[in-house]
């Protein structure tokens, strides 16, 4: 099986690590090969396991929309972990626009991001014209939705409520389902 996928020139030496570690491990880890043409930033995933090369290119995406290495390996230590893309370029008309927008999901000193990622269990990229989520599919749908909330221009405050709820909520079902 053989994938390619285009990434940004300035995540090329992110995917790339240290003396090539992270693509050498990327590799060990998902049984793949893994050629990268940083002049193109076009990346092509080889492996005879299906599996592996899908989820070497889940990982080589989450990289590229900015997650660190660490967070994007995540992906492969629990197969249900999903990586979700929100797309923020047709929400704002202008650069400026999507500044703010960026600005009001991670928060001052990055407070909002936070909040959400420990509220939901999740883990955060706000990188160019997207929101990147990773997380199981009952988190990602609960902080996709708080993004979309905060997108909406809902304040912080009722955001973090509407997840104070969910996580309740959750929690019960928890204990419903036990006893």
Known sequence: MMQEIK???????????KGGATKQELEEKTRT???IDSTEGLVRVEGDDAVGALRAVEVITAINRGFSP??????????D???????LSGIADNPRQLDRIRGRIIGR?????????????????VFGKTVAL?????????????????LNGIPHEAV???????KREAKQEMLDYYY
């Not at 660490?70 to 197969?79: C, G, N, P, W, Y």
């Not at 909002?112 to 269990?121: G, L, P, V």
Request: proline content about 1%; charged content about 30%; overall charge negative.
């Open 7 to 17: 990434i940004a020139a300035n995540r090329v030496g992110v995917l790339i690590g």
């Open 33 to 35: 090969r893994i050629t």
């Open 70 to 79: 660490e967070r994007a390996f995540s992906l492969l230590e629990d197969e």
């Open 81 to 87: 972990l999903l990586l979700d893309v929100m797309d």
């Open 109 to 125: 000193d990055g407070k909002s991001r936070e909040q959400i990622e420990h509220m939901t269990n999740t883990m955060i990229s």
């Open 134 to 150: 990773i997380g199981l599919p009952e988190q990602i749908k609960v902080a996709r939705e708080a993004v979309e909330m905060i």
């Open 160 to 166: 973090y409520s509407f997840l104070e709820r969910k």
